[in-house]
């Protein structure tokens, strides 16, 4: 995450990575299709998680996919959380104001 090692004063990329954990919730029509090892792949630093749940937006849906006018979309949403372990910036040097 760029700047996160700066603003809470790590002294190596090391010490982000330990102390940094990115949660992600995927939420796909076609959830069986989405690629969970890639999603990861793609997040720079931190321990990684990754949910893939039924969701997002089909369109057509079954009630008028019959329409030959109609161009399919699918919608994926996602939901990314970014957590930092405060005991382990505290052990950085880094004042916290609680």
Partial sequence: MIGLMDILGFRSMEELDEALMV??????????????????????????????????????????????DIHGVVVVNVALVVMVDMNKVRGSGVPILI
């Avoid at 069986?32 to 949910?51: A, N, W």
Wanted: glycine share 10%.
């Fill in 23 to 68: 949660d992600v919730t995927v939420a796909a029509p076609y959830p069986e299709r989405v690629r969970g090892d890639y999603v990861l792949k793609i997040l720079p630093e931190g321990k990684r998680r990754i949910t893939i749940v039924q969701g997002g937006l089909r369109f057509p849906t079954p009630a008028n996919e019959g329409d030959q």
